[in-house]
Structure formats: structure tokens, C-alpha cells
């Protein structure tokens, strides 16, 4: 056979009740930031898309950048700037809260350990 | 060298480096067959993506659909760019840490039920099978203009490299194909917008360009509304003026950002990358290669609808430029003159200016077919010649077939030579299209085998499979798929141009909302999810289909000045599934612990699944 068999089946999904609080709480606030997050950006994306370049565009159609009327300009240009740099902060962003929660959860596994080992000498 | 033995050479030569490519990367297991083995880096996704994404319609259609509709043409550019955003930030992290192959995969497990898959698993198929057929065709008719070979050849053609390619490396083979396609065919779309920004108004960058002067005065995008203006055309930048109003414009372009993000053949690009994080940055390349043609298409557009009718408006047989005389050839622009000599284009009854169609066409209701375009061109010549006593004047009948103007595809494959570049450069484009074509055809024959050979036969019917015998199954999958598309292409339905709406309509009803609620409420149980998606489902599909064929008046819902077209009612649907899936979900219990246990796991970004062998994964 030419797939690889893997060496230990480890359970692929971690079982979130076997979580301590203290874990459990650093997931809540991971999980909360990522939805502030998320939703300040689609709040843009929407402001930009939708309302510049659809509900107000005949509104900013009477502004000019440059020869581009500016309504105009956010259906046709500037929308798509603006997604492609919502995304790119999102990613920026995300991959940052992922890395302070990586963090908080190693040390959060570190103080367990001592706290068992101080457990087991007593 | 002639435009045609360039043509020869970049495509004989493109073909055969993705040949190439797709015999390197062949694969022997399921995995590196649906999902690339999750070994492709960011980038390299994110342009297979925007490949995949980017289809002949893209390439070809797209910058003469703006050209024609000038502001409102936004809506696909805003549409087809703003579902990436929705897909960032709302699905491929998640999807990518459920880690599974397939859209129907994610529903079926996430509310547990193989009805719910089922339901995926079919709305998968006839979403990409209605989307490869027009690729198909759109193969064919790149062989036909550029190579002068028949369009069922052409599509004969592509089905076999199609066939090879992806049969021999699956996602893996490709994936690759499509980062070399992504090259060929942006470079042939930028190269000649460059050209014609430069020669028009100075500026190299086509999205400056737009907004500039002309090298003889006045801004671009001024003179172009000027124009209109006095052709009778509706204004080019001007807001909801001619027959797309607010309503209108705000439905669609809503519709096509959630079918967007809900299309399966787009999704499951994030199930190839190695982890969350690469996900997300996998959705910003994709944005970031897409927006480079999505930027670039509405500047080709402006130019080459300036150019066109500047260097044909007033114009005698003798100074017609060289383009229009290559193109008048295929059918796509026609003069029939009114007898004063000069060529005269406009919105009205004078309008000189057609394209031809061969095949049935619809004229007040009634089908009928075109004699040839010569038989039309020299009884046309007859009549005014002979006075109007013999021959005969197909202006009329024409106008009722719809066919005032020129068709819009000719905005992106004459654009090269209206700039007068290189006999290389216009074979460039050809390749670019092809390249279009065959790279979506591929990804979206991907997704129709592993929906069938993967959620139906190895998850439904015979789960105990092996690896051998689901590679199998994989590859002859993809196999009858091809050939099937193929006689699509061969023998287009009537319907191929209608459904594209469709595909996105139902993408944005059905599996939008359920997937989202599936990540961001634990609280949504499987039975109203189900009969949202149905809703969902049933609605738009009857809407589309009534009106489409049925001859229904589109409804105003008793709020808006116009009906809302088919193309938007996707987005209506979408709340309906939104709207029943909430109100029921009170009333039915709450998912089981293990499906909040996956949730809790697809949100939590530690712990992903490493690349697990498929016995472990798809089995868990």
C-alpha cells in the first residue's frame, strides 16, 4: 500500500470538557477578541461595499477623485482595495491572537505540571 | 510569424508544461488526490485559487459586460471580490481546522445527519456541473476564434488535457496546473491594458489610466459619458440611470458575495493548505491575484468601449481600422449600413452596428434561426445597392433579435489588436483564455468527484473501502464527469448563459447560511438547519425557473419600484434560510455533545488536525 499509516492515533478533536477553567476561560476570551475582531471588519466591508458602492454611490457620484467620479470609483476600484486590505488585517490580526493564545496555553500546561510534581513530592 | 502560428506555438506550449506539471505532481493517495496531501504553501494557493476562480467568463466576458453596463457592471466586480471577504473571515479558517475534504463533509457531520449531506452532496453537483459546462464551451470557443478549428474540436481537445491532468494528479496535479495558468493568463490580460492605457492617456497603470485625461484633452471617463450621451446609451458613470436600479444592484451584488463565499468549488481550496494560519493567508493571496485582473477589467473596458466607437463612429468602408475587419469575420461585429455610407453607431433605430449568432435565437417569443452571416451580409449588400428593391434589410429583424451592437467578448480578445500590438500578444490572450477555461473546468470536476466518490460512495454507501478501491472510484469519477461536461460543451442546453445566476443563488440560499450558523451557533440543531437550507433551496430555485422560462413578471414584494431579478433573488433566499433555520431552532433540540465538541474544536485554533491519514479522519 502506498499510504502512510499513521504511528498513533491521537483524538483529533480535543474533548473541551477534560479542559481545566483556567484553559476553558483563555478559550472564551480567544474566541470573543476573534469575534470583536470580525465583526469591526465586516462592519467595513459592508460600510464600503454595500453603502459606498451601492446605496450611496448616486450621493458620492457628485464628489470627484480625480476624473473618477467618486461613487463610481468605490464600485468599481476602491471596494476592492479596501476588501483586499480588510483581509490582509484580518490575517495579520488573527494569526497575532493565535500566537498570544498559544502562549497562554503553554504556560497555563507548564504551571499544571509544577503544580503536579509540587502534588506528588508532598 | 502570423497571428495564428503564434497562436499554434503558446498554446502548443502552454499544454504541455501543464502535461508536464500534472505528470510530476501524480499522486496515489486519496489525500494528495482531494486535498494536495495539505502540503501547498500560501501563495501558491492563493493564485491556484484565483485561477480557479478566474474562469473563461472572467477572462473573456467580464470587462465587456462592464464595458456595456459602465457603473453597474460594479456589481460583479464588487460581488465576485467581496464573497473572499466573507470567505476569510466567516469560513476557511474553520473549515480548514475541521479539516475534512469536502463542503457536504462539514455539513453532514456538523448537524449529524446524512439527509443534510445529501442535500449538500446534490447542491455541490449541480452547482459545479452547471458552471464546467460553460467552461466547456468556453474552451471551444477560444479554439474556434483563434485557431480556426470547429468549437466542438476545440472542446475535444480541452476535455482530453482536462482528462489527463486532473485523472492523473487530482488536487495536487491541479493545483500546480492552475499556479502556471494563473501566470499565462494574467500576463495576457495585463499586458494589453497596459498598451492601450499608454497609447490612450499616457499613464502605464490602466487603474490610473481610468481616472486620467487623454492624450487629446478631457478626462477619460467625462468624454465617455459624453459619448453615451449622444449615442442614446444610458450614462457610463452614472448611478441606477438606466435599468438597474438601487434595489436591484444592492440584491445582486449581496447574492453574488454569498454565493461567492458558498461556492464548493472556491471552498474547498482551503482544505489544501497545511494549517489555519495558512488559510488565512491563503484567502488573502487569492483576493490579492483575483484583484489584480478584477482592477485591471474595468480599465480595459473603459478604453476599449472609448477606442471602439472613436475609431468607427463616422467612418467610411476605406477607414475602418484593420481589428474591425479581423473580426468582422466571426459574427462578433457587423456593419449593416443604411445606405448613407458612413458607419453610425447608437442606442436607437438608426444603430448600424450588430453581431451575429449562429443556432437559435429568440425573436418576440418566437424561436427562430439566422441563415449564414454571409447569406445576411450580401442580401444586405443587394439592398442597398439595388435601392431597396431587391435583397433585404436585416437591421429590423436583428434589432428584435437583441443583437444591436457589438458582442461584448469582443472588448477583451480585440483589445490587442485596437492597442496595435504584437501578432505574439494577441496569441498571448489566446492562451490566457484557455488557461481560464481549463483551470476552473479542473477544479470544479474536482469538486463533482469527490462529492460523489468521496461523500456519497466512501462516507454513505460503502464506508469500509479501501484506499486502492476510493482512488478508483475517484479517478473514474472525474473520468465520466469529464466526458459529460464535454457533451455539455458539445451540445450546450439552452440554459448554460441562464444558470451561472443559478449556481450562485442557490450557493448563497443553501450552504452560506448553514455553514455559518454551523460555526458560530452551537445552539442550531439539524432539523432546522435542514429546512432552511430547503427553503432556502426550493425558493430561489422556483423563482429563477418561473421567471426564467415561466414567463413570471419578477415580484416588487410590494416595497421596491422594479421586480427583483433572478440574478439577486439569491440573496433574498439566503435570509429566508437565515429567517426559518433561527425562528425553528427554538423550538428543536439543541445538537448533541459531540457535534458541540466539534464546534468547540473548529473554533479553537490550538490542537489542529495534523495531516491524518484519511482512515483516521474520514471515519472519526
Known sequence: MSYEKPQSVEPIFPQPEHLS??????????????????????????????????????????????????????AQQGSIIVFVILILVYAVALNRLDARHHAEIEALKKRSLKKGRAGGEE | MTVRAWTFVFVGVSFSIYLLIAWLSRVRDTKGFYVAGRGVPAAANGMATAADWMSAASFISMAGLISFMGYAGGMYLMGWTGGYVLLALLLAPYLRKFGH???????????????????????????????????????????????????????????????????????????????????????????????????????????????????DGGYLLAKLDQIHADLGFSSYTAAFDGKWDKANVFFVTLALMAGTAGLPHVIVRFYTVKSVRA????????????????????????????????????????ELPSWFRNWEKTGLILWLDDGDRKLRYSAGEDNEVFSYKAGEIKVNGQKIRLPPLQQITAGHQEWITSGGTQGHDWRPMLRQANLSGPDRD??????????????????????????????????????????????????????????????????????????????????????????VAFAFGLAAASFFPAIVLGIFSKRVGTVPAVLGMLTGLFFTSYYIIASVYGGMQPWTFGMFERGISPQGIGAIGMALNFLVTLILTPLFPAPSQAVKDLVDSVREPEGEAPAVAIETAAEH
Not at chain 1, 39 to 60: E, P, Q, R
Not at chain 2, 286 to 315: C, E, H, N, W
Open chain 2, 101 to 215: 475534504f469536502t463542503v457536504p463533509d462539514f455539513i453532514g457531520d456538523r448537524y449529524d445527519s446524512d439527509v443534510a449531506r445529501l442535500v449538500a452532496v446534490v447542491s455541490a453537483v449541480f452547482v459545479s456541473f452547471t458552471y464546467v459546462a460553460g467552461q466547456m464551451r468556453g474552451v471551444g470557443v477560444v479554439f474556434s476564434r483563434f485557431l480556426e478549428v470547429d468549437i466542438n474540436v476545440g472542446v475535444m481537445i480541452g476535455m482530453g488535457i482536462v482528462f489527463v491532468y486532473a485523472t492523473l494528479g487530482g488536487m495536487k496535479g491541479i493545483t500546480w496546473t492552475q499556479v502556471a495558468q494563473y501566470w499565462v493568463l494574467i500576463t495576457a490580460f495585463l499586458i494589453p491594458a497596459i498598451a492601450i492605457s499608454i497609447r490612450l492617456t499616457g499613464q502605464p497603470l490602466p487603474q490610473v489610466g481610468l481616472g486620467s485625461q487623454l492624450l
Open chain 2, 410 to 499: 469582443i472588448i477583451v480578445l480585440a483589445t490587442p489588436e485596437m492597442a496595435e500590438l504584437a501578432a505574439w500578444i494577441i496569441a498571448l490572450v489566446a492562451a490566457g483564455g484557455l488557461a481560464a477555461a481549463l483551470s476552473t473546468a479542473s477544479g470544479l470536476l474536482l469538486v463533482i468527484s469527490s462529492a460523489v466518490a468521496h461523500d456519497v460512495y466512501a462516507r454513505m454507501i460503502h464506508p469500509d473501502a479501501s484506499e486502492k478501491n476510493r482512488l478508483l472510484v475517484g479517478r473514474s469519477v472525474i473520468g465520466v464527469a469529464v466526458v459529460i461536461a464535454g457533451v455539455f460543451g458539445i451540445f450546450p442546453p439552452g440554459f448554460v448563459s441562464q444558470v
Open chain 2, 279 to 318: 488559510a488565512r493567508w491563503s484567502a488573502f493571496w487569492a483576493l490579492f491575484f483575483i484583484a489584480l485582473l478584477y482592477l485591471t477589467a474595468p480599465a480595459t473596458a473603459a478604453f476599449a468601449r472609448y477606442y471602439m466607437v472613436d475609431s468607427l463612429q463616422g467612418k467610411t468602408a476605406a
Open chain 1, 21 to 74: 477553567p483556567a484553559v476553558q476561560a483563555s478559550l472564551r476570551r480567544y474566541w470573543r477578541s476573534n469575534v470583536k475582531i470580525m465583526g469591526v471588519l465586516l462592519v467595513i466591508w459592508a460600510a464600503v461595499g454595500l453603502g459606498c458602492g451601492v446605496l450611496f454611490a448616486d450621493v458620492l457620484n457628485k464628489l470627484n477623485l480625480g476624473g473618477y467620479p467618486l461613487g463610481f470609483w468605490f
